[in-house]
């Protein structure tokens, strides 16, 4: 069974950081680009940061850049997220997804994956 876990999730006062985790279980997810998404309450779910199967290649939203860094270790299956001078805007609902054809930009932008998690509530608040 094809499966995205997401782990990491938490309350955080502004400026803090977390870490997020991505497990895949039931495929390789070395063939698969995948990416971080987020759902704030009210708003359309937007693309975060994707990172690419093989070369390294990442894409990140404005919003996050200079602040979050996706990685991804092949060999536990896991993608991660660090997130740092995290600020109340960053509070959402963030989701993993994989997919396996369109390149980390255009995954990002249209927010398009195969498989999906079921996502961790991070909140930003003093």
């Known amino acids: 069974q094809l499966q995205l876990v997401e782990s990491g999730g938490g309350l955080v006062q502004p400026g803090g950081s977390l870490r997020l985790s991505c497990a895949a279980s039931g495929f390789t997810s070395d063939y698969y680009a995948i990416g971080w998404f987020r759902q704030a309450p009210g708003k359309e779910r937007e693309g975060v940061s994707c990172?690419?199967?093989?070369?390294?290649?990442?894409y990140y939203a404005d919003s996050v850049k200079g602040r979050f860094t996706i990685s991804r270790d092949n060999a536990k299956n896991t993608v991660y997220l660090q997130m740092n001078s995290l600020k109340t805007e960053d509070t959402a609902v963030y989701y993993c997804a994989a997919q396996g054809l369109l390149s980390v930009q255009a995954m990002c932008v249209m927010t398009l994956g195969d498989y999906w998690g079921k996502g961790t509530l991070v909140t930003v608040s003093s």
């Open positions: 990172i690419s199967s093989s070369d390294g290649r990442t």
